[in-house]
């Protein structure tokens, strides 16, 4: 554990290896899920680690509330709007540039993403701890679909169906699959 001052201006002590980070890792490896998590990032402008914690923490059986989801939302969004959007489009407008001799910088930013989103990751998994078990229920399935689902029509304005751009499928299966 390392001794870090949230956003939020709490001081607390983030768990940056933890069950979300590790289940984070191994769904996003799997097949079709970072494609599916990028357009979601493109179309609607989802957070990738929030459609992660949705799908994680329904996989522990909590169909989280509108209310929730806004509240987690508002736990990390100065952390995602200030760092880690920023370092994504440096590292994305380095690789517009086309000399070579930038890619060891740019490698070096992306390490710096990843490791901001680890930070935001550890800063939900913390605020999970805080998550009444109200809204569980006893189908993983249904809460990783509800979860993900209400996030996507969060941010979208609309209820996500089957087929449509703004619709996890691979997430939602992958998640069920791996965990943890």
């Known amino acids: 554990m390392v001794q870090r001052n949230p956003p939020n201006g709490d001081t607390d002590t983030l768990k940056y290896d933890n069950d979300f ?4 890792l191994a769904v996003y490896a799997e097949a079709g899920v ?14 990738i680690n929030f459609l992660l914690f949705c799908a994680w923490i329904g996989t522990r059986a909590i169909i989280l509330s509108r209310k929730d989801i806004e509240a987690a939302l508002k736990n990390v969004s100065a ?3 200030h760092v880690v ?3 994504r489009s440096v590292r994305q407008q380095i690789k ?6 930038f890619e060891s910088f740019r490698a070096r930013v992306k390490s710096m993403e990843i490791e901001a989103e680890q930070i935001e990751q550890a800063i939900l998994f913390a605020y999970s701890k805080g998550i009444q078990d109200a809204h569980a ?8 679909t509800q979860n993900v689902k209400k ?3 969060i941010k979208s304005g609309s209820q996500p169906e089957r ?6 499928p691979f997430l939602i299966d992958a998640a069920i699959r791996l965990r943890s």
Do not use: H, K, M, N
Not at 34 to 47: K, R, V
């Open 96 to 101: 517009a540039l086309t000399y070579d001799e």
């Open 151 to 153: 996030y996507i029509e």
């Open 137 to 144: 229920c006893a189908d993983c399935r249904e809460a990783v």
């Open 163 to 168: 087929g449509s751009d703004f619709y996890a």
């Open 34 to 47: 970072a494609e599916e998590c990028l357009a979601l990032q493109q179309g609607i402008e989802a957070d």
């Open 21 to 24: 980070w590790r289940f984070s």
């Open 85 to 87: 959007r920023p370092l």
């Open 79 to 81: 952390w995602q709007e």
